[in-house]
């Protein structure tokens, strides 16, 4: 079992950054492909960015640019640096572990197999 804990949200006024951490607990996340997604208010969970064991990253189109995720596995945590934040940036933000997609965890979330409790990002205008 893996336990992962969000943390690092809040409110920011637009054009600001926050950085969020997933930490993680019960394994070691090196051997698991990680995920971003979010849940704006009243929408469906979407993604925002992914990291594959062995680092490669890809993103939602609207994130690239801005957000960047990375790892720490020596920590046991993954990170997401968001800049440039926009008012369309207010969502709940979840982390997710894939063993089975750890090579390429992506977009899905169906192949996430642990996710957090997540944090509340709110961006104010």
């Known amino acids: 079992q893996v336990q992962l804990v969000e943390s690092g949200g809040g409110l920011v006024q637009a054009g600001g950054s926050l950085r969020l951490s997933c930490e993680a607990s019960g394994r070691s996340l090196s051997n698991y492909g990680m995920g971003w997604f979010r849940q704006p208010p009243g929408k469906e969970r979407e993604f925002v960015a992914a990291?594959?064991?062995?680092?490669?990253?890809t993103y939602y189109a609207d994130s690239e640019g801005r957000f960047i995720i990375s790892r720490d596995n020596a920590k046991n945590t993954v990170y997401l640096q968001m800049n440039r934040l926009k008012p369309e940036d207010t969502a709940v933000y979840y982390c997710g572990a894939s063993f089975y997609s750890r090579d390429n965890p992506g977009s899905r979330s169906y192949v996430y197999d642990y996710w957090g409790q997540g944090t509340q990002v709110t961006v104010s205008s």
């Open positions: 990291i594959s064991s062995s680092g490669d990253s």
